[in-house]
């Protein structure tokens, strides 16, 4: 498998520009690991909003979810530089805004766990946790985090 930057073309993905809506740093290093804050699904079209299990059905929601990932790549690409840096894909946490009694958290963040598997291959099979919250900023559909370790 070539570069990330590689894969990304392959995929069609391009890499926004991060944008931040409070007063913190997209990403943090200690170490060789790499704390990306929490990104939103915020593409080319706006933002995903909505309960998951009501306004926003579970292919849409795992489709947001690859969105977060997206732009917490682009939070580790200002941080560090190159994506191909990135040794390993550690933990991904992940949030969704859910409808009372919606219990399928786990199938959305597959969204955003397939997506690294693709880029990274084998590095970026990673531990998770995937939560169901009763709101979210800006009545998000979905928010992401990751932790990754990179040859810094």
Not at 5 to 31: D, M, N, T, V, W
Not at 91 to 102: C, E, R
Not at 105 to 116: C, K, P, R, T, Y
């Amino acid at each position: 498998m070539g570069g990330v930057a590689e894969r990304l073309r392959e995929l069609e993905i391009s890499l926004p520009a991060r944008r931040s809506f409070g007063k913190y740093a997209g990403a943090a290093r200690a170490g060789n690991l790499v704390f990306v804050s929490g990104a939103g699904p915020i593409g080319s079209n706006g933002s995903v909003t909505g309960k998951v299990g009501a306004e926003v059905d579970v292919p849409a929601a795992q489709e947001a979810a690859k969105l977060c990932v997206i732009n917490c790549l682009s939070a580790l690409q200002e941080e560090i530089g190159d994506l191909d840096k990135i040794s390993r894909v550690v933990k991904l946490l992940g949030f969704v805004n859910s409808a009372p009694g919606f219990n399928q958290q786990h199938v959305v963040m597959d969204g955003a766990s397939s997506l690294l598997l693709d880029l990274f291959g084998e590095k970026g099979r990673h531990a998770r946790s995937s939560v169901g919250m009763a709101e979210l900023p800006m009545n998000i559909a979905v928010e992401v985090e990751m932790i990754v370790e990179a040859a810094l």
